[in-house]
């Protein structure tokens, strides 16, 4: 079975600064597709930023970006210049192609943004 | 342009009471699922359905049952609500076809069982 760790229960950065969320996977599949969600106090699930495994260029939406490490298996978050609104739980997850299956969720890591 | 709907909110339920959480979506989705979230465990999947008349389990199913009568309906049943079964429950749906598996949620359901 897969599994995802996030192995950092909670980071914290000062407003503007960058920080980093760590996600690693275990899989012994070719064919997955990786994401990052964002979980506010409102409870919505956000999509914030996917990756397909086949590419190797890390994608990026805007402040926030992925390292992509196939080979380690691991799906890194960046987030620049961070902002009070980006306060919130972050889930990373994985899923096959097709969808079928569902996601696996890691455990979560809680960002907390220092004004 | 309302994506997915979940009602209730918030239930609370005594144990061995039954409920039906409902979901609901407007974009023709082929694909929906349910996932329970408790504290410090993240988001598991309890039931999935890749069209009208077919669902399969998840990774927590024991205690819930679900049916997919329609593209856009996808119930989910606690028979005989227990303790164990107090969480946040989320419905998800997507399109189905390779590669997509973005899931849109739902707002999610509090329910506490007594």
């Known amino acids: 079975a897969q599994t995802v760790t996030q192995s950092q229960p909670e980071m914290s950065v000062q407003e503007a600064e960058t920080v980093t969320l760590s996600c690693t996977y275990d899989?012994?599949?070719?064919?997955?597709?990786l994401f990052w969600y964002k979980q506010p106090p409102s409870r919505q699930m956000i999509l914030v930023i996917r990756q397909e495994a086949y590419k190797q260029q890390n994608a990026t939406e805007n402040r926030f970006s992925v390292n992509f490490q196939k080979a380690a298996k691991s799906f890194s978050l960046k987030i620049s210049d961070s902002q009070l609104g980006d306060a919130a739980m972050y889930f990373c997850?994985?899923?096959?192609?097709?969808?079928?299956?569902?996601?696996?969720f890691g455990k979560g890591t809680h960002l907390i943004i220092q004004p | 342009n309302a994506g997915v709907t979940q009602t209730p909110k918030f239930q609370v339920l005594k144990t061995g009471q039954s409920m039906t959480l409902q979901c609901a979506q407007d974009?023709?989705?082929?694909?929906m699922s349910w996932y329970r979230q408790d504290p410090g465990m993240g988001l598991r999947l309890i039931h999935y359905s890749v069209g009208a008349g077919i669902t399969d389990q998840g990774e927590v199913p024991n205690g819930y049952n679900v049916s997919r009568s329609t593209t856009e309906d996808f119930p989910l049943r606690l028979l005989s609500a227990a303790p164990s079964q107090t969480s946040v429950y989320f419905c998800?749906?997507?399109?189905?076809?390779?590669?997509?598996?973005?899931?849109?949620f739902g707002a999610g359901s509090r329910l506490t069982v007594l």
């Open positions: 998800a749906s997507s399109p189905l076809i390779s590669g997509a598996n973005v899931l849109t």
């Open positions: 899989t012994s599949e070719s064919d997955y597709y």
């Open positions: 974009m023709n989705h082929e694909y």
């Open positions: 997850a994985y899923g096959t192609g097709g969808g079928a299956d569902g996601l696996t």
